[in-house]
């Protein structure tokens, strides 16, 4: 089938679900800044710039940035042309071929072509690089777990360049959300000249930095932040219209509203959940967006005791979720125990809606809490060892974790210390399963429900639990490979099922998304998938 000028997120929902912003319509609280320049502060330091290896949503303002892949987002949140400006799916749903614009380049000025997205594909499917999204890949490609296991050459794998214009990828079997996960950085372009010259440092050095979106690399200070200036080797560098982004790392969100509300910086995330409803009544620059994401706390299932389901339940139903969204974060959301955010809508039914069947409480049940834990051998508490509860450096997690120590202390009983690191060293002990609690999260990669239930399948590289289900496994493989939508949501639904009854990680609320951006920037667009995109951005005198 031909592709029109826009193809919607999924090709079997419409996306537009989730409004996105693009700025106040009030006067202008301060000056804007002149030149074409902002300042956008962000509350966390990413653990890299390259969209072959990082899976840290840190990253994600950078690679939206200074990446484009062969499609991208406009402001409707839907899919649209990036460096392809077209492509036809045959018949049977599983080729793909993409047309790649005419001249297009690399921010050095040399030439990008189809051979470059060849390259870094199997950059991503090479197991020395770490690609932590490699899944994406091993997951649809025809050949590519194969590949990646040694167990094949690349004539075996789905992905050719028929020609330097033209790119074919061919999948294992029709994924009717496919063109999503091709909107994921993990499908961006790297350049093979800058990557080889220094493989662990071209992204360390603005010299060495060489990348293909709307904006590039012009400085990089460790702990400090990122300079980006326009790309004009960009293929629509007429239509940028900011010359300059200055990506300030300030930690403490209270102290970058001081910051904005100062005339310091234009914009940041991560509102202080304290100073909402002030602004909320106040500020023509507050936004609260919809976001599709969970926020969830790991454990680590193979750690006794929680190893037992019922250790992992007694603590997921004495939590508050009620009063750590309106009395800590003060910021919506909605409390959940299930695993998929709402924003899927089929057959004009959120997939969420049969959430209400599992039977869960805003509140926290401490009785039936008590009872599950009792039954786990731990009567009132005790015996049960003093929980390790992590999280990473920042404000707000800092809050919501200790709202849960006082939580699980009270209503069960038990010890809790609070362990915090610096997000680099936090991520490695949760990968290695160096923990027994800790806060994570997932914010959707593409709007659909696979992007949430891949992740707890036993050979995710994302799955960070130890949780290893066969039933589930087989019920995500076939909802993959399942092209009726009506039945996709039914398989769907049965894993998540057993996801609420083996609950792997304990999860607390759907996500919203605050952004404060000064009144005088307009066209900027953050979409439900998290996604803060500057390329139509400017400054409105």
Request: with cysteine.
């Amino acid at each position: 089938m031909e592709n029109g000028r826009k193809i919607a997120v999924l090709l079997i929902v419409t996306a537009a679900v989730f409004a996105v912003s693009c700025g106040g319509e009030k006067a202008p609280d301060v000056k804007a800044p002149e030149q074409g320049k902002i300042t956008f502060a962000l509350q966390s330091e990413p653990d890299g710039y390259d969209p072959g290896i990082t899976n840290n949503s840190f990253a994600s303002p950078f690679m939206n940035q200074l990446f484009e892949g062969l499609v991208t987002y406009d402001a409707n949140g839907e899919i649209v042309p990036g460096n392809a400006e077209s492509w036809t799916i045959s018949p049977d749903g599983k080729v793909y071929t993409f047309k790649l614009r005419a001249g297009l380049k690399w921010s050095n000025g040399k030439t990008l072509n189809a051979h470059d997205y060849v390259y870094s594909m199997f950059r991503v499917l090479t197991p020395a690089t770490g690609a932590r999204y490699a899944d994406m890949l091993t997951v649809y490609i025809v050949g590519a777990d194969d590949y990646y296991n040694g167990k094949a050459g690349k004539e075996k794998v789905g992905i050719k360049a028929i020609n330097d214009n033209t790119l074919e990828i061919t999948l294992i079997e029709p994924t009717p959300y496919y063109l999503g996960i091709l909107g994921m950085w993990v499908y961006a372009p790297v350049n093979k000249e800058a990557v080889e010259a220094s493989p662990e440092r071209w992204t360390m050095d603005p010299a060495s930095f060489v990348s293909n979106g709307p904006f590039k690399v012009a400085s990089i200070k460790l702990g400090e932040g990122v300079v980006l200036q326009k790309n004009d080797n960009y293929w629509n560098a007429g239509a940028v219209r900011l010359a300059e982004i200055n990506f300030r790392f300030i930690l403490e969100p209270a102290t970058a509203l001081s910051a904005f509300e100062k005339g310091e910086i234009d914009g940041f995330r991560e509102v202080p959940a304290s100073d909402i409803p002030r602004l909320r009544a106040g500020s023509n620059a507050l936004h609260i967006l919809p976001s599709f994401g969970t926020t969830f706390y790991d454990v680590n299932n193979t750690k006794k005791p929680y190893d037992n389901p019922k250790v992992r339940r007694a603590l997921a139903i004495a939590l508050d979720r009620e009063e750590i969204i309106d009395n800590v974060l003060q910021a919506p959301g909605d409390p959940t125990m299930a695993l998929v955010a709402p924003g899927y809508v089929y057959g004009g039914q959120d997939f969420t809606t049969v959430h209400k069947n599992y039977g869960f409480k805003p509140k926290a049940d401490v009785e039936e809490a008590r009872k599950l834990l009792a039954e786990a051998g731990y009567p009132d508490g005790k015996g049960f060892p003093v929980l390790e509860l992590s999280y990473y450096t920042n404000a707000t997690v800092k809050k919501v974790v200790e709202a849960m120590q006082q939580m699980w202390e009270k209503n069960l009983g038990i010890k809790v210390k609070i362990k915090v690191q610096d997000w680099a060293i936090y991520y490695s002990d949760i990968q290695n399963l160096n923990y027994e609690i800790g806060a994570m999260g997932w914010g959707g990669d593409y709007l659909h429900p696979m992007t949430f239930l891949e992740l707890f399948t036993s050979n995710s590289s994302n799955n960070n639990t130890g949780y290893k289900n066969a039933e589930y496994d087989a019920l995500v493989a076939k909802a993959v490979v399942e092209t009726d939508p009506a039945k996709a949501v039914e398989i769907m639904h049965k894993a998540e099922d057993i996801f609420a009854r083996d609950l792997p990680v304990i999860t607390l609320y759907s996500r919203s998304n605050t952004i404060m951006v000064a009144p005088y920037i307009k066209g900027w667009v953050l979409t439900a998938l998290s996604n803060l995109y500057f390329k139509d951005a400017y400054i409105e005198k």
